[in-house]
């Protein structure tokens, strides 16, 4: 009898768990599992992660927990395109050398997004999309909020947080080189001349979703510079004479299919900092990226 209940017993706890895993299997969100890895790609002045601190706050546990294989990328802080893109295509390599990938969907902030387009330009095999957010694909110089007059304010002053930001998230023999981010920031002509894919036909227009190099291009937008009193970012930036995100004016972010170009971010809401602070009934950041990654993911990407 004894034998017969403890039998029992562990046929029990066997179908308990069996139930078990089955629940939590179906409980677990598909939504944003796209085919490719997702690859984030931080803009100027960031980084992947200092002291916990995440630069995109909340945003890879989302991807995760719905499904997607998430890969967080570590450029200079502070450097031109060409630069950072070298960066970031040796990354991609080594992760596709290490565990088999054969393309990515690139998802850039800020300086992020013309980075991701420069690895889509000389390695557009490794790329199945570049998604950008909030990103100074065009800069106008006639505009005096606009990045490029951050850029050449103290070019010094740069480099040394470019170089302190680096060493904090553990990363501190990338180069910094404020010089040739303002030769880019200046001259963005003719960086959009030779990685034409994706590019508006008009001003502030849209390109085309998917361009003659195989990638597909999105684009999103905010333009509210001052979003939560609460938020300590709403200090750095201010209003512009164009609709901007207190940083990027709304139609430099255009590129590829535009998304949505209104969102009411200023530029670090982009990203959900800090600690998540955005304005009141903006909408949620963080499932903006699900959302995409889904999107991404029903294009079988």
């Keep these: 009898m004894r034998h017969v209940t403890l ?12 139930l078990w895993v089955a629940g939590a299997a179906h409980g677990a969100s598909t939504d944003a599992r796209t085919r490719h890895p997702i690859v984030l790609v931080h803009g100027l002045m960031g980084w992947d992660n200092i002291l916990g601190l995440d630069y995109w706050y909340n945003i890879p ?22 630069v950072r893109g070298e960066q970031l295509l040796k990354q991609l390599r080594e992760w596709q050398a290490a565990k088999g990938y054969t393309q990515f969907n690139l998802v850039g902030h800020s300086q992020g997004g013309p980075t991701a387009r420069y690895v889509a330009g000389v390695a557009p095999t490794l ?4 998604t950008s957010v909030q990103s100074p694909h065009v800069i106008d110089a006639a505009e005096p909020d606009s990045i490029l007059s951050v850029l050449s304010s103290q070019p010094g002053l740069f480099a040394t947080l470019g170089k302190l930001i680096d060493w904090l998230s553990g990363s501190g023999s990338l180069p910094q080189d404020p010089a040739a981010l303002q030769a880019w ?16 036909s008009t001003p502030c227009g849209q390109g085309t979703e998917l361009a ?14 001052k979003t939560n009193a609460w938020d300590p970012s709403d200090l750095i ?5 164009t609709p901007s995100d207190g940083l990027v004016p709304v139609c430099s972010a255009h590129w590829g299919k535009v998304l949505r170009d209104d969102y009411p971010w200023n530029h670090f809401d982009g990203v959900n ?7 009141k009934s903006a909408p949620d950041p963080v499932a903006f990226y699900v959302q995409q990654a889904s999107r991404l993911k029903g294009l079988g990407l």
């Design 127 to 130: 790329v199945a999309s570049v």
């Design 237 to 241: 930036f201010k209003e512009g004479a």
């Design 61 to 82: 546990a989302a991807l995760r927990r719905s499904g997607a294989t998430v890969l967080v990328a570590k450029v200079s802080a502070v450097n031109d395109n060409q």
């Design 273 to 279: 900092q800090f600690f998540g602070l955005i304005g």
């Design 212 to 225: 003659f190099n195989g990638v597909r291009y999105y684009a999103v937008a905010g333009n509210v510079a």
């Design 185 to 200: 920031a200046t001259d963005t002509a003719a960086f959009n001349a030779r990685w034409p894919a994706g590019m508006p």
């Design 7 to 18: 039998f029992n017993l562990r046929r029990t706890l066997v179908v308990a768990l069996m």
